[in-house]
């Protein structure tokens, strides 16, 4: 295959939110920036996520995806910065710390790119039905949350009119109001797990819609001949098992899966990137820096984010780390200091802490919890909360001094006023 060779300091690969905070970032600080991305259009799923809810944090006001994304897409424009979209990255080589190819076929032809560092902002992708256990007949009717929010909000295209959402994370509860608000019936929300998985806010949308929620439940079969005609439910007990006898049939035409999201990381284990299992992201320092030199991840390629504001700020932060290692030469040695997971902390991001710099810690617990302490006891660092809860992602900054305090680790807990 001939291509084109081409000449980077930074490539990102992803048009997301993480991806354009990035590749404007890397910009704004003097580097020559190439963004890739696979979709007809750069903004990731933002375009298509049409309610209110993004930017409070980060722009300091509330709006839609499309208005998030077109923000960042005017500045990508305004600072003139090289992407492709339509293009798909095949492979990544890692020759040497500050020598990088990254090879990708896109309408305009086929590319080598050459470049010192790269940030990967790929994001994430859904679980299908075969991934949680459902089995039964392959009709129509069946889609992930990603495809029927496409389908509604960028084709105009309605995918049923009688609905059950498999799974009460934020996604699905949002697509339970976006469907209501369409004239849709939805019949239930079946949550597999004893508590919802959204944010408060988000649950809230059951009530306001008299939707049925049905936790401690998982869809096992579907039935239908030509499209879905119904979906049958069961009980499960404390050990998410199946309890026999429990089952029941719902009459529907459509089933949307939100059963979560597996951040998409096979480019990066493709070269040797460590991958954390708590996350499905790689290992991370406090720069975003992988266990590759030169490799930083952001958004939802490194742990699934709540908000995302969480994730242009991890694009942000990405982009300073390929700053640094530019400038440098690589990340300059540090005595790292281990973020180790204690008690009810299911994930923890970033793994490796420098105490050179203050650093937002990103981290879920296990299980709900009321009037608890956040504990950090190597620093003496206490936070008190009135609840956690595994849907809401808890955000804590660690000042450097604090961080410095540390000899080799530093425990997060979560532990009983």
């Not at 991806?19 to 704004?28: F, I, Q, T, Y």
């Not at 996604?171 to 239930?188: P, S, T, Y």
């Not at 079969?221 to 404390?238: F, I």
């Not at 490796?352 to 302490?373: C, F, H, Q, T």
Request: charged share 25%; glycine share 10%; with cysteine.
């Amino acid at each position: 295959m001939n291509s084109t060779i081409l000449q980077y300091d930074v490539v990102v690969i992803g048009g997301g939110p993480a991806g354009l905070a990035a590749a404007v970032k890397a910009k704004e600080y003097g580097l020559n920036v190439l963004l890739l991305d696979e979709n007809d259009y750069l903004g990731g799923i933002l375009p298509q996520c049409i309610h209110p809810g993004f930017g409070i944090h980060y722009f300091r006001e509330e709006l839609t995806g499309p208005e998030f994304s077109h923000r960042f897409m005017q500045r990508v424009k305004d600072l003139k910065i090289d992407y492709f979209v339509k293009a798909r990255v095949l492979e990544i080589k890692n020759y040497s710390d500050l020598e990088k190819i990254v090879v990708f076929t896109s309408p305009e032809g086929a590319f080598e790119v050459w470049t010192k560092a790269i940030i990967y902002a790929t994001g994430a992708r859904e679980r299908h039905a075969f991934e949680i256990g459902i089995v039964g007949d392959r009709v129509a009717g069946i889609y992930t949350a990603g495809e029927a929010q496409t389908l509604m909000d960028i084709y105009g295209v309605m995918p049923g009119k009688e609905v059950v959402i498999v799974g009460s994370g934020d996604v699905g509860l949002i697509m339970a109001r976006r469907f209501a608000l369409e004239g849709a019936k939805v019949k239930a929300v079946i949550e597999l797990m004893p508590y919802p998985g959204g944010l408060a806010r988000n649950v809230m949308i059951l009530r306001d819609f008299s939707i049925p929620l049905y936790l401690s439940h998982k869809v096992v079969e579907v039935r239908g001949k030509k499209r879905v005609e119904k979906v049958k439910v069961m009980k499960v007990d404390e050990n998410l098992r199946e309890i026999p006898g429990t089952e029941f049939w719902i009459k529907c035409d459509t089933m949307i899966i939100s059963a979560g999201l597996i951040p998409q990381v096979k480019l990066l284990t493709g070269i040797g990137v460590e991958i954390d299992p708590a996350t499905g992201g790689p290992v991370v320092n406090d720069l975003l820096e992988t266990t590759v030199p030169g490799i930083f991840v952001a958004g939802n390629s490194l742990l699934i984010n709540d908000l995302v504001d969480y994730v242009a700020e991890q694009g942000e932060l990405a982009a300073y780390g390929a700053k640094l290692f530019i400038e440098n030469g690589g990340i300059p040695a540090e005595k790292w200091i281990k973020l180790e997971k204690g008690n009810n902390i299911r994930l923890a991001v970033p793994h490796y802490l420098s105490g050179k710099r203050d650093v937002y810690i990103y981290a879920r617990v296990k299980k709900p919890m009321e009037n608890v302490v956040l504990n950090f006891p190597e620093i003496d660092k206490k936070i008190r909360l009135p609840v956690v809860r595994p849907a809401e992602m808890l955000r804590i900054r660690l000042r450097k001094e604090e961080i410095a305090k540390a000899k080799d680790k530093i425990t997060m807990e979560v532990i009983q006023q």
